[in-house]
């Protein structure tokens, strides 16, 4: 029988150039080095039960992500933490674990920090604006999209701006398209360049995931 795990870790400065795609290697890699057994899908090409809920842009901070893993044998929460913390490279570490599935299906919103060289005095007016449409990448290529429906919130304090925006399968919004939109809309607003750490992750109730 398997079992699984919810896990929060952190990713700061000295990991946040590391791409997605190397952190799920990596963690593969630590979970094979702190001797987990770890379960595999089933298949022609079984992987590790690996799940990330929302992964993080290159160049961004966190302190909230969240992974799950199935192992195929009982251990402790506390054991996870300790042997994976023991084997994971500096900039990453393991926050809490608990047992169970975590409710990453019902992610529906991020909180976010930004810290740009400049923050702005107009906020009020902006987040007043019934369409702010901003050029955005998508599948089909770039084109204007209206971001302010997920918009839920802005404030800004001394160097800091603080966004609530919308996260996960149904919607996903970068704040550094934000960003974009306040550089455009705002007048005589230039933020220069931006640090941006991911606070926490919500459903859309505002529960913590």
Do not use: W
Not at 70 to 88: K, Q, Y
């Amino acid at each position: 029988m398997n079992n699984n795990y919810y896990l929060r870790y952190e990713k700061t400065e000295k990991t946040k150039y590391v791409s997605h795609l190397d952190f799920v290697r990596m963690f593969g890699r630590a979970m094979r080095r702190a001797h987990l057994p770890i379960a595999f899908s089933e298949g022609f090409n079984p992987h590790p039960l690996l799940t990330f809920a929302l992964p993080l842009s290159v160049g961004y901070t966190s302190e909230c992500e969240i992974l799950e893993i199935v192992l195929s044998e009982v251990v402790s929460p506390d054991e996870i933490m300790e042997r994976l913390n023991a084997v994971l490279p500096d900039g990453v570490r393991i926050l809490s674990a608990h047992t169970g599935k975590s409710n990453m299906k019902k992610l529906d919103i991020a909180h976010y920090e930004v810290y740009p060289e400049k923050t702005p005095s107009g906020i009020i007016d902006f987040l007043l604006m019934k369409e702010i449409f901003i050029e955005k990448k998508t599948k089909s290529g770039i084109k204007e999209v209206d971001i302010r429906p997920d918009i839920k919130d802005i404030k800004v304090s001394l160097g800091k701006i603080e966004m609530i925006l919308s996260a996960g399968s149904r919607a996903n919004l970068k704040p550094e398209v934000v960003i974009a939109a306040m550089n455009k809309y705002i007048t005589g607003y230039k933020s220069g360049d931006c640090r941006y750490h991911r606070k926490q992750i919500f459903d859309a109730e505002m529960n913590v995931i």
